[in-house]
């Protein structure tokens, strides 16, 4: 046991003065932690002098952006139906908008009758401001605040949660949109589209509903029951979601107040696609229109026509469209689940509008996947040896509730009990094999890795049962990072891991 170094390191006088922080450094649970786990190497703590020394190489524009984030209980009205529920104030929250390079200042004041953080999804950011409780941070107590200080170091398509219990899968959450000062595509208009599914205030709060999925499938033939058990989705090779939501949302509206999105016919769009959701797929369209996608999860690939576009949790597409002359049905059917979220793109003021129900060829036309990407030539890692090689198993079930990776449900207060170890400057192979029945979207904080074989750069990755998906990535930002499934209950009840940077 040599880790007292690293530990010692978090109460640097340097690091307490320089943030603003309510409960700096790890709680008191989390050292004992440290001091009590089986021998390991030293490993790198996030306030430690190589993850300032990181930032301090990232690329700065000199700009900073500041925004403030209000954690709150808020009304949210759903077509009618009030539902109470946490939101950044609004649903979702305003995007964050900053250029590469900008010095993105939040102040995160937490409302909340319970502890919070947030999490900036995608973005590969100086370790100690990426939101991990217990791990790179205290949680943010009620009734106090925090200041996120980052250097965003890549463009793209990115959003903001909690990465607290269930939180999620209320309403906190927002894009968070990286802008390219030399941006190489060329388009009219851009929108911002966040796609999630909806329960809390409604049916049952987050919490309530992953006691009930403990508590197992057993109450899913009881119509009060908000367990799905029957969502099948040939996409996803078999079960497709455990929860039935009431509501699927487009930028916070449902099916029956849907958005309406206005430009002219012939306008080159930019979409930005994020699903926010806590349990569900969507398989995104525009009626009447293909769509030609240009990223993936704010990674650039080579272009490519679809009809329609599969995301999973915390997955994101930009998509270019040209629009025709009308009102069109845009369509984020939730996969396997026999319900859809809807809004309305309209070119011509006197068309009718399409209703929520239409039939949408694109749907079951050619559906776009991550596995038929490939990186763009510029952002595709240089070809190296793999130094070191991780294997996540993706284990458990739905009928016991015991998803983990490698059978070792995660212990949110001891976040480095059986970490995978990986050193600076290695180039890092992970397989991710899913042994489960169900599909499961991995998700690695604070890294961009690249399918292997050439295939998509990407934060976030469908694996689905049965299948190995080999990702590799070069580790070149120190600190703890989480690893684990974007299905909120999934992860919630254990399928989380760290990857840690030995020091
Ligand atoms: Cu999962």
Request: proline letters at 6%; hydrophobic letters at 40%.
């Amino acid at each position: 046991m040599t880790r007292v170094p690293a530990i010692t390191n978090l109460f640097s006088p340097a690091t307490l003065s320089r943030r603003t922080v309510v409960g700096a450094g790890l709680s008191a649970a989390a050292l004992l932690a440290l001091a009590a786990c089986s021998p390991q190497p030293q490993l790198l703590s996030p306030q430690s002098a190589a993850v300032r020394a990181a930032e301090k190489r990232r690329l700065s524009s000199g700009n900073s952006v500041k925004v403030e984030l209000r954690a709150s209980e808020t009304t949210v009205d759903l077509a009618g139906t009030l539902a109470t529920t946490w939101s950044y104030g609004a649903l979702p929250a305003a995007t964050i908008r900053a250029t590469q390079g900008d010095l993105i200042t939040a102040r995160v004041v937490n409302e909340l009758p319970e502890a919070t953080t947030v999490h900036w999804h995608g973005i590969a950011l100086r370790n100690d401001m990426d939101g991990a409780p217990h791990l790179t941070q205290d949680p943010i107590p009620p009734q106090s605040e925090f200041n996120y200080q980052f250097l965003a170091p890549n463009a793209g398509t990115y959003w903001f949660h909690p990465h607290v219990g269930t939180q999620r899968d209320r309403g906190l959450l927002g894009a968070l949109i990286i802008e390219d000062p030399h941006e190489p595509l060329v388009y009219d208009d851009e929108w911002v589209v966040v796609l999630d599914d909806w329960i809390d205030g409604v049916n049952a709060t987050p919490p309530e509903i992953l006691a009930e999925l403990f508590q197992g499938m057993r109450g899913a033939s009881n119509s009060q029951s908000n367990i799905m058990q029957n969502a099948r989705s040939s996409l996803l090779r078999g079960h497709a979601g455990d929860v039935k939501y009431p509501h699927y949302l487009v930028n916070g509206r449902p099916a029956a107040d849907p958005e309406t999105f206005r430009s002219r016919s012939g306008a080159r769009i930019r979409i930005r696609l994020i699903n926010a959701g806590g349990d569900t797929a969507f398989r995104v369209a525009l009626g009447s229109h293909r769509m030609t996608v240009t990223h993936t999860d704010g990674y650039p690939v080579e272009h490519v026509d679809v009809d329609s576009i599969l995301l999973g949790m915390g997955e994101r597409y930009d998509v270019l469209v040209t629009l025709g002359d009308g009102a069109f049905p845009f369509v984020a059917e939730a996969e396997g689940k026999r319900a859809r979220g809807f809004a309305v793109v309209r070119t011509a003021s006197l068309a009718m509008a399409p209703s929520s129900n239409v039939t949408v060829s694109e749907l079951t036309g050619q559906v776009g996947t991550a596995d038929q990407l490939v990186a763009d030539a510029e952002f595709a890692l240089p070809i190296k040896d793999i130094d070191r090689q991780l294997t996540v198993r993706l284990t458990g079930g739905m009928a016991s509730y015991d998803w983990a990776l490698d059978k070792r449900p995660f212990d949110m207060d001891k976040p480095l009990d059986n970490a995978r170890i990986i050193r600076a400057g290695e180039r890092v192979g992970i397989d991710f094999v899913n042994t489960t029945t169900m599909w499961h979207p991995m998700h690695l904080h604070g890294h961009t890795y690249q399918h292997l074989g050439g295939g998509p750069c990407k934060d976030t990755s469908i694996v689905v049962p049965g299948q190995t998906l080999s990702v590799i990535f070069d580790a070149n930002n120190p600190g703890q990072w989480m690893l684990h499934c974007h299905n909120v209950y999934h992860s919630e009840s254990g399928m989380m891991t760290t990857v840690a940077y030995e020091k």
